[in-house]
Protein backbone atom coordinates (compact mmCIF):
# COMPACT_ATOMS: atom_id res chain seq x y z
CA UNK A 1 0.00 0.00 0.00
CA UNK A 2 1.42 3.72 -0.89
CA UNK A 3 -0.50 6.55 0.47
CA UNK A 4 0.77 10.24 -1.25
CA UNK A 5 -0.68 13.70 0.13
CA UNK A 6 -1.05 16.28 -1.99
CA UNK A 7 -2.24 19.93 -1.40
CA UNK A 8 0.09 21.67 1.44
CA UNK A 9 1.60 24.79 0.96
CA UNK A 10 1.85 28.23 2.91
CA UNK A 11 -0.89 30.50 3.55
CA UNK A 12 -2.49 33.48 5.65
CA UNK A 13 -4.85 33.17 8.64
CA UNK A 14 -8.03 32.43 7.54
CA UNK A 15 -7.55 30.82 4.03
CA UNK A 16 -8.28 27.58 3.51
CA UNK A 17 -6.78 24.77 1.61
CA UNK A 18 -7.90 20.93 0.73
CA UNK A 19 -5.41 18.67 0.84
CA UNK A 20 -5.88 14.72 -0.99
CA UNK A 21 -4.58 11.49 0.04
CA UNK A 22 -3.98 8.70 -3.30
CA UNK A 23 -3.63 5.27 -2.25
CA UNK A 24 -2.44 2.29 -4.37
CA UNK A 25 -2.19 -1.09 -4.28
CA UNK A 26 -5.00 -1.93 -1.88
CA UNK A 27 -8.23 -0.52 -2.29
CA UNK A 28 -9.45 2.28 0.32
CA UNK A 29 -12.84 1.89 -0.36
CA UNK A 30 -13.10 -0.72 3.19
CA UNK A 31 -11.05 0.92 5.04
CA UNK A 32 -11.42 3.16 7.60
CA UNK A 33 -8.84 6.16 6.93
CA UNK A 34 -7.79 9.85 9.22
CA UNK A 35 -5.55 12.44 8.80
CA UNK A 36 -3.03 13.12 11.66
CA UNK A 37 -0.44 16.03 12.12
CA UNK A 38 2.67 16.67 13.65
CA UNK A 39 5.19 19.53 14.42
CA UNK A 40 8.56 19.42 15.49
CA UNK A 41 9.55 17.27 18.64
CA UNK A 42 5.54 16.77 19.10
CA UNK A 43 3.45 13.90 19.13
CA UNK A 44 2.00 12.94 16.24
CA UNK A 45 -1.60 14.36 16.62
CA UNK A 46 -5.06 12.59 15.37
CA UNK A 47 -6.86 15.76 13.02
CA UNK A 48 -9.71 13.45 11.98
CA UNK A 49 -11.28 10.35 10.32
CA UNK A 50 -13.53 8.89 8.00
CA UNK A 51 -15.12 4.97 7.98
CA UNK A 52 -15.03 2.80 4.49
CA UNK A 53 -18.23 4.44 3.43
CA UNK A 54 -18.13 7.44 4.48
CA UNK A 55 -21.20 6.91 7.00
CA UNK A 56 -19.59 8.72 9.96
CA UNK A 57 -16.62 10.82 10.15
CA UNK A 58 -14.57 12.28 13.37
CA UNK A 59 -12.90 15.32 14.03
CA UNK A 60 -10.49 16.38 16.89
CA UNK A 61 -11.78 19.31 19.16
CA UNK A 62 -9.21 21.88 17.72
CA UNK A 63 -10.35 21.45 14.22
CA UNK A 64 -14.41 20.69 14.79
CA UNK A 65 -16.05 22.84 12.57
CA UNK A 66 -13.88 24.33 10.38
CA UNK A 67 -12.15 20.94 9.28
CA UNK A 68 -13.89 18.62 6.96
CA UNK A 69 -12.86 14.83 6.05
CA UNK A 70 -14.58 13.19 2.65
CA UNK A 71 -13.59 10.40 0.22
CA UNK A 72 -14.28 9.33 -3.38
CA UNK A 73 -14.09 5.31 -3.29
CA UNK A 74 -14.00 5.60 -6.98
CA UNK A 75 -10.89 7.72 -7.26
CA UNK A 76 -9.42 5.95 -4.20
CA UNK A 77 -8.94 9.26 -2.75
CA UNK A 78 -9.31 11.06 0.52
CA UNK A 79 -9.78 14.64 1.00
CA UNK A 80 -9.42 16.79 3.90
CA UNK A 81 -10.70 20.61 3.51
CA UNK A 82 -9.18 23.30 5.91
CA UNK A 83 -10.98 26.24 6.55
CA UNK A 84 -10.85 29.23 8.81
CA UNK A 85 -7.10 28.16 9.08
CA UNK A 86 -4.84 29.15 11.89
CA UNK A 87 -1.45 29.70 12.81
CA UNK A 88 -1.64 26.62 15.34
CA UNK A 89 -2.79 24.51 12.38
CA UNK A 90 0.78 24.81 10.88
CA UNK A 91 2.24 20.96 10.87
CA UNK A 92 3.07 18.24 8.52
CA UNK A 93 -0.36 16.41 7.94
CA UNK A 94 0.15 12.71 7.30
CA UNK A 95 -2.75 10.62 5.79
CA UNK A 96 -3.41 7.04 7.44
CA UNK A 97 -5.33 3.71 6.87
CA UNK A 98 -6.36 1.41 9.18
CA UNK A 99 -6.20 -1.90 7.74
CA UNK A 100 -8.73 -3.70 9.67
CA UNK A 101 -12.48 -4.58 9.25
CA UNK A 102 -13.88 -3.03 12.51
CA UNK A 103 -16.05 0.11 11.44
CA UNK A 104 -13.96 2.28 13.84
CA UNK A 105 -12.30 5.41 13.76
CA UNK A 106 -9.64 5.35 16.45
CA UNK A 107 -7.39 8.65 17.58
CA UNK A 108 -4.29 6.46 18.62
CA UNK A 109 -1.48 6.50 15.74
CA UNK A 110 -0.97 3.33 16.43
CA UNK A 111 -4.05 1.89 15.39
CA UNK A 112 -3.07 2.94 11.87
CA UNK A 113 -1.40 0.57 9.51
CA UNK A 114 0.04 2.81 6.88
CA UNK A 115 1.46 6.07 6.08
CA UNK A 116 1.68 8.78 3.70
CA UNK A 117 5.05 10.83 3.68
CA UNK A 118 3.26 14.18 4.86
CA UNK A 119 2.87 17.12 3.39
CA UNK A 120 3.34 20.31 5.25
CA UNK A 121 0.90 23.19 5.76
CA UNK A 122 2.19 26.49 7.12
CA UNK A 123 -0.32 29.25 8.41
CA UNK A 124 0.89 32.41 8.63
CA UNK A 125 -0.38 35.14 11.38
Known amino acids: VQLVESGGGFVQAGDSLRLSCVSS????????MAWFRQTPGMEREFVGG????????DYADAVKGRFAISRDNTKSTVYLQMNSLKPEDTAAYYC???????????????????WGQGTQVTVSS
Open 96 to 114: AMRRRPEVTIPISSNEYNF
Open 25 to 32: GDPVNIYT
Open 50 to 57: ITWNGGRT
